[in-house]
């Protein structure tokens, strides 16, 4: 089992930038395709954007040319850069592995609130 941390999010005006953070306990991340997920309130939760072990990346058309997906193996984290943030990007973000059969059980999430 992986026990994941979320953290950086908080409150930001529209327009501006965030970076998340998830902390990944076990060498098995380094192997393991990742994503960040979403999920807003009265919403399901979605996945917005995934990186597989050897850096490729793919995101949901809701955040391509806003969001950027990175990780380091070495220190078994996995990053979101958020930048042009906008009201509906306001949700609790998680991080997982991006395979349904490879998930473990899901961290804290981190709350990203974007409002003037």
């Known amino acids: 089992q992986v026990r994941l941390v979320e953290s950086g999010g908080g409150l930001v005006q529209p327009g501006g930038s965030l970076r998340l953070s998830c902390a990944a306990s076990?060498?098995?991340?380094?192997?393991?395709?990742m994503g960040w997920y979403r999920q807003a309130p009265g919403k399901q939760r979605e996945l917005v954007a995934t990186?597989?072990?050897?850096?490729?990346?793919n995101y949901a058309d809701s955040v391509k040319g806003r969001f950027t997906i990175s990780r380091d193996n070495v220190k078994n984290t996995l990053y979101l850069q958020m930048n042009s943030l906008k009201p509906e990007d306001t949700a609790v973000y998680y991080c997982?592995?991006?395979?349904?059969?490879?998930?473990?059980?899901w961290g804290q999430g981190t709350q990203v609130t974007v409002s003037s």
């Open positions: 990186i597989t072990s050897g850096g490729r990346t």
């Open positions: 997982n592995a991006a395979i349904l059969t490879s998930m473990w059980d």
């Open positions: 076990g060498s098995i991340f380094r192997i393991t395709g």
